[in-house]
């Protein structure tokens, strides 16, 4: 069970984003990504428990749909499930097609889905706007 984190706890002011992938090079590629553009990053390579999730606060979680033998969708709905979450945006990312990916996104209630390989533009435009929508008024 490993878990990679910024140092930047300094940095409180800052959105958290939660990665979850079992792929370590993209895991460490799409943080980078994000820690450039000011956000607080957790990594993890398996899929997290509400609790996990909770703790970290993210305000939006990048959820592998294929981890290892775990199952994306389901930790979706689960995250989704918790009157905690509600305000928890998660999105799919998968080397699926598209249209499968849409569809597993609907069913799962994902906030929305990435296709792989990741486009570090699109990965930070994503993460901008639900830390936008999500931040205190």
């Not at 984190?5 to 940095?11: A, C, I, L, N, Q």
């Not at 979850?20 to 799409?30: E, H, I, P």
């Not at 450039?36 to 509400?50: E, K, M, N, Y």
């Amino acid at each position: 069970m490993e878990q990679m984190e910024t140092s930047d706890f300094d940095r409180v002011d800052m959105p958290a984003v939660l990665l979850v992938d079992d792929n370590k090079d993209l895991l460490w590629l799409m943080a980078n990504f994000l820690k450039r553009s000011g956000f607080i990053v957790h990594t993890l390579d398996h899929a997290p428990t509400v609790e996990q999730v909770n703790a970290l606060a993210p305000v939006v979680v990048f959820l592998d749909v294929e981890i290892g033998k775990q199952n994306g969708t389901d930790t979706c709905l689960s995250i989704k499930e918790d009157p905690d979450l509600a305000n928890t945006a998660v999105v799919l990312v998968s080397s699926h097609t598209k249209e499968l990916l849409r569809e597993e996104a609907k069913l799962c209630g994902a906030d929305g889905y990435l296709q792989k390989p990741v486009e570090p533009g699109v990965l930070i435009d994503l993460a901008n706007r639900y830390a936008e929508e999500r931040s205190p008024a």
